[in-house]
């Protein structure tokens, strides 16, 4: 079973960018679609993109378009999130997720809870206006 493990977060102001990378151990990552996610205070866990093993075609929340884009750093069995012009409402623990059931679709991505399997343990990402 792959294990992953997110890393990058931190603090910045407004208008600044932040590259969260989620690492893996155990197995490749190169057929897992995969997922990020965010959790603030007191609200529910919700989806922010996600991208397909195969192709990597990339999905994601209307509210992040523009802003967020997921990539894959294969040499480094990481996949990344790259967040620019944040806002203070971006203020949560943000976690990657990995799905590892075969779906036979290569360029399909997923975009809820349930659908993954394998979660990271989350970062901390705090914007200040």
């Known amino acids: 079973q792959v294990q992953l493990v997110e890393s990058g977060g931190g603090s910045v102001q407004a208008g600044g960018s932040l590259r969260l990378s989620c690492a893996a151990s155990g197995r490749t990552l190169t057929t897992y679609p995969m997922g990020w996610f965010r959790q603030a205070p007191g609200k529910e866990r919700e989806f922010l993109g996600a991208?397909?093993?195969?192709?990597?075609?990339?999905y994601y929340a209307d509210f992040v378009k523009g802003r967020f884009t997921i990539s894959r750093a294969n040499a480094r069995n990481a996949v990344t999130l790259q967040m620019n012009v944040l806002k203070p409402e971006d203020t949560a623990v943000y976690y990657c997720?990995?799905?590892?059931?075969?779906?036979?679709?290569?360029?399909?991505?997923?975009?809820?809870?349930?659908?993954?399997?394998?979660w990271g343990q989350g970062t901390q990402v705090t914007v200040s206006s």
């Open positions: 991208i397909s093993w195969g192709r990597n075609n990339t």
């Open positions: 997720a990995g799905r590892s059931m075969y779906s036979g679709i290569s360029t399909r991505t997923y975009s809820k809870n349930e659908e993954y399997d394998v």
